[in-house]
């Protein structure tokens, strides 16, 4: 009799340890995926940020395109800034 008293509680004690395992386990599961889907918004909000700036970016090349432009920047000078291009015979060249 003292040897059944002594299996049951030992099957007891594993089902115990078992069922704390499973329990613990399915946690973990609950917790990795959790993360994961903050991960993932993380991860679409920062796309969004890369996306926008590349849009920016594109923005901000077709404006230096535009704002460098040989006869734009002739002609701001000429209007604003007053320069004229010097006659030739003002022009001295030096060698390297």
Same mark, same amino acid.
């Given at each position: 009799?003292?040897?059944?008293?002594?299996?049951? %509680?030992?099957?007891? /004690?594993?089902?115990?340890?078992?069922?704390?395992?499973?329990?613990?386990?399915?946690?973990?599961?609950? =917790?990795?995926?959790?993360?994961?889907?903050?991960?993932? &918004? *993380?991860? +679409? !909000?920062? +796309? !969004? /940020? &890369?996306?926008?700036? *590349?849009? @920016?970016?594109?923005?901000?090349?077709? *404006?230096?395109?535009?704002?460098? +432009?040989?006869?734009?920047? *002739?002609?701001?000078?000429? @209007?604003?800034?007053?320069? &004229?291009?010097?006659? %030739?015979?003002?022009? &001295? =060249?030096?060698?390297?």
């Amino acid at each position: 009799m003292g040897v059944k008293f002594a299996d049951s %509680r030992l099957e007891i /004690v594993l089902f115990a340890v078992l069922l704390l395992a499973l329990a613990l386990s399915a946690l973990g599961v609950i =917790y990795t995926k959790n993360m994961s889907r903050s991960i993932f &918004i *993380e991860i +679409e !909000k920062q +796309e !969004k /940020v &890369i996306d926008q700036a *590349e849009v @920016e970016w594109g923005q901000l090349q077709l *404006e230096l395109t535009t704002l460098a +432009e040989q006869n734009r920047v *002739e002609s701001i000078a000429r @209007e604003r800034l007053k320069l &004229i291009v010097p006659p %030739r015979d003002k022009i &001295i =060249y030096i060698k390297p």
